[in-house]
Nanobody
Framework: QVQVVESGGGLVQAGGSLRLSCAASGSISSINVMHWYRQAPGKQRELVASITSGGRKNYADSVKGRFTISRDNAKKTVYLQMNSLKPEDTAVYHC?????????WGQGTQVTVSS
């Protein structure tokens, strides 16, 4: 069984920073791409950032220059460093871990940015 667990969310003032973590465990191997998504109330889920096993990164235009994705392959963990946070970044942030055959979701972690 595979578990994906996010952590690091919370309440922060605009302009502040948070670092999210997402760890995969269990019967999972050869992780390909790791993604961070977010979903705000009443809005569609949005892909925030992705990182391949080789380290190639992609970001949504709305977070470029402010967010940084990284991963530790040995720990099967992906991180999202979020700086210069804005109220519009408020959402539940979900991690998605993709292998060649399947993908797995975490429960999500709430990020709230106050103005």
């Amino acid at each position: 069984q595979v578990q994906v667990v996010e952590s690091g969310g919370g309440l922060v003032q605009a302009g502040g920073s948070l670092r999210l973590s997402c760890a995969a465990s269990g019967s999972i191997s050869s992780i390909n791409v790791m993604h961070w998504y977010r979903q705000a109330p009443g809005k569609q889920r949005e892909l925030v950032a992705s990182i391949t096993s080789g380290g190639r990164k992609n970001y949504a235009d709305s977070v470029k220059g402010r967010f940084t994705i990284s991963r530790d392959n040995a720990k099967k963990t992906v991180y999202l460093q979020m700086n210069s946070l804005k109220p519009e970044d408020t959402a539940v942030y979900h991690c998605n871990v993709a292998t060649m055959l399947d993908d797995y979701w975490g429960q999500g972690t709430q990020v709230t940015v106050s103005s």
